[in-house]
């Protein structure tokens, strides 16, 4: 069975077991019905990409604890959600922003109830420090300089689907680090 005629569940459950190319078949059979989903609600072409990168980004994050047969149902429910993170964004101060980003690559969902987030996210900063090289790389590329997936992996000389693999190790790790700290 090609990646094509295989169901959602089945291509999730490959992904999760390392094969990267799995991924790379969902993602394929639903950008284009995203992206034109979350132009509907964004009615902006860039806009709309940006929510489309972050669905996926949130789709790699949350691979391993999504139900299979419940993907593509969970994918819009994300994309809706990115959206409207996109439309408050763009009321926010970018420095505000970046600091919620980088403490978002570690799911500290209390971030916006503390007073030092500048410092927990120069700690994240120094997490990622630790992070191997293909790793970091990555997540440097797509959180800190906002390049979108298929321009990292341009500029990575990388397959796009071994730039989200990558993304995906990388916050997992990231995240086992941020736990670690605090624990």
Same mark, same amino acid.
């Given at each position: 069975m090609t990646p094509i005629? @295989?169901?959602d569940g089945a291509l999730l459950v490959r992904f999760r077991t390392g094969d990267s190319t799995a991924l790379e078949a969902l993602f394929a059979r639903h950008e284009g019905q995203?992206?034109?989903?979350?132009?509907?609600?964004?009615?902006?072409?860039?806009?709309? @990409?940006?929510?489309?990168?972050e669905t996926f980004v949130q789709a790699i994050r949350y691979a391993d604890v999504v139900a299979p047969n419940a993907f593509r149902g969970w994918l819009y429910t994300v994309a809706h959600r990115?959206?409207?993170?996109?439309?408050?964004?763009?009321?926010r101060l970018p420095s505000q922003a970046d600091d919620l980003v980088l403490l978002g690559l570690v799911g500290d969902d209390a971030a916006d109830f503390r007073t030092d987030r500048a410092d927990d996210a120069r700690a994240v900063m120094e997490l990622v420090k630790l992070l191997p090289a293909p790793q970091r790389a990555v997540i440097i590329a797509r959180v800190v300089e906002g390049k979108k997936f298929r321009e990292v992996a341009d500029s990575l000389g990388c397959p796009l689907n071994t730039a989200l693999a990558r993304m995906h190790e990388g916050l997992k790790k990231l995240r086992q680090l941020w736990e670690a700290r605090h624990a």
């Open positions: 005629d @295989e169901p995203v992206f034109r989903f979350l132009f509907g609600l964004l009615r902006d072409h860039h806009a709309a @990409e940006d929510a489309l990168q990115q959206a409207m993170l996109v439309k408050r964004k763009a009321k």
